[in-house]
């Protein structure tokens, strides 16, 4: 796994406050496309769930990080 002190600064869109949380406080959600593939946390801030596109940058950040990562199913149709 990835280096437990590992911290990323991001905003939060609800409060517009820029964070810093330690890789433990992020999940990452892999779709079946780009557009269903996320990261999500909670602003220390607001208290908000906050989730945000994850393109293949963030995700390697994420996954390098040792951050909790679910395949989500493909939509049936």
Same mark, same amino acid.
């Given at each position: 796994?990835?280096?437990?002190?590992?911290? !990323?600064?991001?905003?939060?869109?609800?409060?517009?406050?820029?964070?810093?949380?330690?890789?433990?406080? !992020?999940?990452?959600?892999?779709?079946?496309?780009?557009?269903?593939? !996320?990261?999500? !946390?909670?602003?220390?801030?607001?208290?908000?769930?906050?989730?945000?596109?994850?393109?293949?940058?963030?995700?390697?950040?994420?996954?390098?990080?040792?951050?909790?990562?679910?395949?989500?199913?493909?939509?049936?149709?």
């Amino acid at each position: 796994m990835g280096d437990a002190s590992t911290r !990323f600064k991001v905003y939060c869109s609800h409060c517009r406050e820029k964070v810093e949380l330690p890789a433990v406080e !992020f999940r990452l959600a892999l779709g079946a496309t780009k557009e269903r593939t !996320f990261y999500s !946390f909670t602003c220390p801030e607001c208290g908000a769930a906050v989730r945000k596109h994850a393109g293949e940058k963030i995700i390697a950040a994420l996954t390098g990080a040792g951050v909790s990562t679910m395949r989500l199913l493909p939509l049936e149709g």
